[in-house]
């Protein structure tokens, strides 16, 4: 029997030592492809932080030059606010009766007596009207009717 024995101890040895061998081989694939995985996953990760990263600074500098668009044209809308401002002034001011008037007499124009009415439909003259000469034609005073129309 000790031959039967020490016949089946040598391949059981070697079988032993070949599962164990492949058992080693087999940990050493699973820890090497964690450490691979490891690796993808830092890198996926440090991807992203670093796409995060180069997103928000893109964003802070559109943000940033909106914001300069936006106060130049509040400043402008200022600006167009005064001058419509000045505009209407102006425009009050030649609106004023006394100024159309100033300007109708240098045309050579002259206040009416009355008012006269014209009906359309007849033809009729109403009222008061009477047309008045001028005593010299506005251009043998000197004055240029289209210059003061400007």
Request: charged share 20%.
């Amino acid at each position: 029997m000790a031959i039967l024995e020490s016949g089946l101890a040598a391949p059981r040895a070697r079988y032993r030592s070949a599962a164990a061998a492949a058992r080693q081989r087999t940990s050493q694939r699973a820890e090497q492809r964690s450490r691979m995985s490891a690796a993808r996953f830092a890198v996926l990760v440090i991807g992203l932080l670093l796409g995060a990263l180069i997103s928000s600074l893109l964003l802070t500098t559109l943000l940033a030059a909106d914001a300069f668009t936006l106060s130049e044209l509040r400043a402008t809308g200022r600006d167009l606010a005064v001058t419509e401002e000045q505009l209407a002034q102006q425009v009050s001011v030649l609106e004023s009766p006394t100024t159309v008037a100033r300007r109708a007499r240098a045309l050579g124009m002259v206040p009416a007596p009355g008012p006269a009415f014209l009906y359309l439909s007849d033809g009729r003259i109403v009222g008061g009207g009477v047309p008045i000469r001028l005593a010299r034609p506005l251009r043998a005073a000197g004055v240029d009717p289209v210059a003061i129309g400007r």
